[in-house]
């Protein structure tokens, strides 16, 4: 620091008049330094957290048709929740044609205007009954669906619960989609 001597009027500390005046000279490097790694830190960790995590599959291609073509045991089923309708059960399947799969597929309107997920889940029991080597069912929500019902409805086609406590596996592998409407 360096001291001059100057006169005038508010030259001093404070505003007062005073004779001396002080350059200060201040390194903020290193407060830049704190400053950015903070910003870092807060970036990671923001991009880091997730508030929910929704455990699903994805379908794959297969490049071999022949391990597909003769499964009667198995099917895909598409379930369709819309918000003003209820729900719809489509079955799919590469062996079989879509008259003979139509006789398990349902529609299910809303009860009161809620879903009927006993009614998702006797539906679904039916197919598994049927088709007893199926595990996988694609969930096509409206996008007006709060996440709490979504999960409501995996949990419905996931397990069956008996009276006595048993558990009947229904389709655990939830593949997740949706309809681009352009």
């Given at each position: 620091m360096s001291a001059e001597k100057k006169s005038g009027f508010g030259g001093g500390m404070f505003g007062k008049d005073s004779g001396i005046t002080y350059d200060v000279y201040l390194n903020l490097t290193p407060l830049m330094d704190v400053m950015s790694n903070i910003l870092f830190f807060l970036l990671a960790a923001f991009g880091a957290s997730s508030l929910a995590i929704l455990a699903t599959t994805v379908p794959v291609q297969s490049s071999e048709e022949t391990s597909i073509a003769a499964d009667?045991?198995?099917?895909?089923?598409?379930?369709r929740a819309e918000t003003s309708g209820g729900f719809s059960i489509q079955c799919e399947s590469v062996s079989m044609t879509k008259?003979?799969?139509?006789?398990?597929?349902?529609?299910?309107?809303?009860?009161?205007?809620?879903?009927d997920y006993p009614g998702l889940t006797a539906g679904l029991k039916r197919v598994k009954e049927r088709f007893p080597g199926s595990s996988s069912m694609i969930l096509v929500p409206d996008d007006e669906i709060p996440y709490d019902q979504i999960v409501k409805i995996m949990d419905a086609a996931r397990e069956l619960k008996l009276p006595d406590g048993r558990k009947i596996i229904l389709f655990p592998e939830v593949v997740l989609s949706g309809i681009f409407k352009g």
């Open positions: 009667d045991d198995k099917v895909t089923v598409t379930v008259e003979q799969l139509r006789a398990y597929g349902a529609r299910l309107p809303k009860i009161d205007g809620k879903f």
